[in-house]
């Protein structure tokens, strides 16, 4: 098995919704960013603090020479032992609310092959207690929440584990869980294993077999995120260029339903661009030419070869040294990330020290999951921004 399945778990959403996706994507180049290389730095150190508590017991000298080793990776950041801190506690709150211990394994290999030709995929945490399993998965990204619901890169995984335990566990029940915490977030969907048997036999076995052979049809959608080839794949340049068919449509002005059909293929159409800009961007820096474009240098920024120095001479010259410094407040949030959320609300929230006010209405797709902006918050909205006055 190689490092990254064809039918890996982590790209279900593209190769389930975009079967020939999976066979287009092997043959561009991959990229890892510096994010994802700080997700798995993150990850490591929860599963050093998982295996200590539940899988291989470890005295404090060897988990902290673990865990120095990892802290001395260039891309550690102290905030990383909170997170996995948060990581921690949601699996010993799952692991100690059963009366009996149950079973713990941690970054467990998922082999679901027997759906998806060599498919498997890596689970950050499984738990079994009687007929219940928990398949968690820890997400170190704050880019984008992630949800559990019907999420097919959790749907898989629990596949992978119920196949490797449904032998010795009479399992009936499946809480997929990913916790995201720096956003805060811990989205949990419960299945139960009759309706994965029948998500998997139903539509993962044709989708894969199709993904497999690089057949079926090219479809756009918001998975073209992840996908290597979302610069220049022509489905989804076909997609956002077919925008143009509204202006030819009567009568003159637009109807409300166009408008909502319309802002839904911009979204796409936004990203899209920035995918082709970042795509021509560095091919022109490898000296490729792109018809019409060019690369140039940005806005340079200033900066001081030695701040120190330039301030002494400065204070030297006659300037008072209260004049080279700004004193700012940190934002509530900032304070939040300084404190770590239990004391920020032991000590500001309970304390009333800090309101929370909406804000400002924002159009997003009927499908987010945020509850709808109500006219009595609009009013609220508007009397904070009126000093507290009332609207009429
Ligand atoms: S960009 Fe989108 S439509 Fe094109 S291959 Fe990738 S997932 Fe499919």
Redesign the pocket.
Known sequence: MSAHALLGASGAH?WLH?T??AR?EETLPDSTSEYAQEGSLAHEIGELKLRKAFTDPMGPRTFTNRLKKLQSNPLYQDEMLRHTDTYLDYVSSVVHGYKTLPYVAVEKKLDYSAYAPEGFGTGDCIIIGGSIMHVIDLKYGKGVPVSAFENPQMMLYALGALLEYSILYGLEQIVMVIVQPRLDSISEFVMSVNDLMYWATNTVMGAAEKAWKGEGE???GE??RF?R??AL?R??ADFNVSLEEFGYQKPPLLTNEEVGQILEKAQDLAKWAKDLEAYALSETLKGVEISGWKAVAGRGSRKFIDIDEAFKFLVSKGYAEALLYKREPLSAPAIEELLGKNIYKELLIDTEKVEKTPGKPTLVPASDPREEFKQYDLAELFKNELGGKEIE
């Open positions: 593209k975009c020939p996706s287009l090219f479809v756009p998975h073209c996908c080839a979302n794949c489905a989804r």
